[in-house]
T-cell receptor
Framework: NAGVTQTPKFQVLKTGQSMTLQCAQD?????MSWYRQDPGMGLRLIHY???????DQGEVPNGYNVSRSTTEDFPLRLLSAAPSQTSVYFC????????????FGDGTRLSIL | RKEVEQDPGPFNVPEGATVAFNCTYS??????FFWYRQDCRKEPKLLMS???SGNEDGRFTAQLNRASQYISLLIRDSKLSDSATYLC????????????FGAGTRLFVKA
């Protein structure tokens, strides 16, 4: 079972570049979300989606865009990369049933120079 | 005040020891609770859900105290492989769709 798949696993960008982090899940989960984790800190929610065509902002949305055109895919776009966006990014999904745990991809390690 | 608070540790324990972690949450309307395990530079993985009646999975026991708004995790007979960061996670909001993560408690189990 693939579960939640994130690509790429590692990426180095220059300040001002844009890129898209990919996330796909094959569990038919309605709910998908993006988190960032900085050293010594907990996960912070960037954006989330409760279903295809619906997205909303989390705790730290600035500098990021998302879209959800299909149930399976939830890409995260960095519009103009900044060094402060150097982090590990995790995508997660869960079912639409209330109070279920989230399942995580194995992360994208992003460095902005 | 953070919505979910944990002692960051680290907890350094010998193999075979029993260790307990606590976590407090601020929203009394929180609906569901979990413990996740995160190894260094890896993704969080679900360890166990936490139920009001308490639940056990092998060497791991989780407890929820809604009146005091805290969650606990007990690890018995610690193994070297238990070394990791343990995340306390709370779902709140309508349908429990808002997930709040604690910053984690680091555990080192030594031979």
């Amino acid at each position: 079972n693939a579960g939640v798949t994130q690509t790429p696993k590692f990426q180095v960008l220059k300040t001002g570049q844009s890129m898209t982090l990919q996330c796909a899940q094959d569990m038919n989960h309605e709910y998908m979300s993006w988190y960032r984790q900085d050293p010594g800190m907990g996960l912070r929610l960037i954006h989330y989606s409760v279903g295809a065509g619906i997205t909303d902002q989390g705790e730290v949305p600035n500098g990021y865009n998302v879209s959800r055109s299909t149930t399976e895919d939830f890409p995260l776009r960095l519009l103009s990369a900044a060094p402060s966006q150097t982090s590990v990014y995790f995508c997660a999904s869960r079912t639409g049933t209330a109070n279920q745990p989230q399942h995580f991809g194995d992360g994208t390690r992003l460095s902005i120079l | 005040r953070k919505e979910v608070e944990q002692d960051p540790g680290p907890f350094n324990v010998p193999e075979g020891a029993t260790v307990a972690f606590n976590c407090t949450y601020s929203n009394s309307a929180s609906q569901s609770f979990f413990w996740y395990r995160q190894d260094c530079r890896k993704e969080p993985k679900l360890l166990m859900s936490v139920y009001s009646s308490g639940n056990e999975d092998g060497r791991f026991t989780a407890q929820l105290n809604r009146a005091s708004q805290y969650i606990s995790l007990l690890i018995r007979d610690s193994k070297l492989s238990d070394s990791a960061t343990y995340l306390c996670v709370v779902n709140e909001g309508t349908g429990g769709f808002k997930t709040i993560f604690g910053a984690g408690t680091r555990l080192f189990v030594k031979a």
